[in-house]
């Protein structure tokens, strides 16, 4: 059976379908095909052979099939499966050369993780905390200017420790040398299950040894009724309506600054209910690599589409500059614990809500189809 981790939901029940398909190939998807017919004349017969037997096997394959779906921004499915079926159905990812999906794997559970590409969302959100703080720090006048030249921002990196293979949202680490060290990793989620969002970054925590993670939640209300398909005669006549809509819905936001967002009676971005901002530290040396942590500092930002955050420390009240850079870099455990106040209300709603406006957008580009007039 496949657990869904995450959805896009119009109202309580109804789920998003599948991303409606241009009558034009995508770009993506040729490159996709080029690639993968270019290979098979560079792979090993063994290789072929495998994939194959993956995808032409009399057993289906449950995985393979999920990641052939069309998958709405943001969705994360866990699906039973072995190691050795991981392994091959990846390989199939990697012959065919696409960005998205991603596949990851749980080794404690034995569970692979399809990733969808994220929403503007969960992307501007991830990389807005990270540069907030990576700002704070440089501002810092107790640091010089070669040890600001260490700190770095990645995403899209997927790591493993056993027989775990897992991905970040984003990660601030410090580079010396040849070596690279995570300091802070960052996990969004947008719709995911709570605590499919826990496991995430517990496991950067515990397995890769993180000295602080950052969870942020959010929680997006139902948008009603499936919007129809949107019919254009031109790509011309689709940007000029989509910028038409985009302005619409920045000036929707101040009115009703955390949604929703609402056009010709179609809600393309539901009212947010509810953003839960969190830290998490590993509790002792000990911890196990498959330990699920509970949060060290909880903070309710947004709730039932008005922002409550008021009384949330810039600081998170414990990020410090030692979560930022190893401290035998640092000169003494005064600046370690210099407080990092890296959260304000003004930074969190201009990421959050120009992320919005364009996470509407983009839906109701995937809802687009171009049409020729008759002659």
């Not at 819905?249 to 967002?261: D, N």
Request: with cysteine; aromatic share 8%; hydrophobic share 35%.
């Amino acid at each position: 059976m496949c657990a869904i981790g995450d959805r896009e939901s119009y109202g309580s029940a109804a789920r998003d379908p599948p991303s409606a398909e241009l009558q034009h190939i995508s770009s993506e998807s040729q490159e996709g095909e080029r690639k993968r017919k270019a290979n098979c004349n560079t792979f090993s017969q063994e290789i072929i052979k495998r994939l194959a037997m993956t995808e032409h096997s009399t057993e289906p394959s449950e995985l393979l099939n999920i990641v052939r779906r069309p998958l709405s921004p943001d969705v994360r499915l866990e699906v039973p499966a072995s190691l050795a079926e991981y392994e091959r159905v990846q390989e199939v990812l990697e012959n065919e050369g696409t960005k998205y999906p991603q596949l990851w794997f749980d080794g404690n559970r034995n569970i692979a993780i399809v990733v969808a590409a994220p929403s503007a969302v969960h992307g501007t959100m991830a990389g807005g905390i990270l540069q907030s703080i990576l700002e704070e720090v440089k501002m810092n006048q107790g640091i010089s200017s070669e040890v600001r030249r260490g700190l770095g921002l990645v995403v899209d990196t997927t790591n493993t420790r056993g027989l775990t293979t897992r991905g970040w949202d984003g990660a601030l680490v410090y580079e010396q040398g040849n070596r690279s060290t995570l300091m802070i990793d960052v996990e969004v989620g947008v719709s995911q299950a709570y605590e499919s969002l826990r496991a995430a970054i517990s496991w950067s925590v515990c397995a890769l040894r993180c000295p602080l993670g950052i969870a942020m939640s959010f929680r997006e209300g139902g948008r009603g009724i499936i919007p129809d398909m949107l019919y254009y005669p031109s790509i011309q006549e689709a940007d000029n309506g989509f910028r038409d809509a985009e302005e619409d819905f920045r000036c929707q936001l101040t009115q009703s600054p955390y949604g929703p967002l609402i056009r010709e009676g179609v809600t393309w971005y539901g009212r947010v209910r509810q953003v839960i901002l969190e830290t998490y530290r590993m509790p002792d040396e000990i911890s196990a690599p498959q330990t699920l942590l509970q949060s060290s500092q909880s903070f309710m930002i947004v709730e039932d589409g008005k922002f409550v955050g008021d009384n949330v420390p810039p600081n998170l009240q414990e990020v410090v500059l030692g979560d930022c850079i190893p401290s035998h870099i640092l000169s003494g455990e005064e600046i370690e614990a210099t407080p990092v106040n890296f959260f304000r209300r003004q930074w969190f709603d201009n990421k959050f809500q120009d992320s919005m406006v364009k996470t509407a957008v983009n839906r109701m580009r995937r809802r687009a189809q171009f049409v020729r007039s008759p002659p």
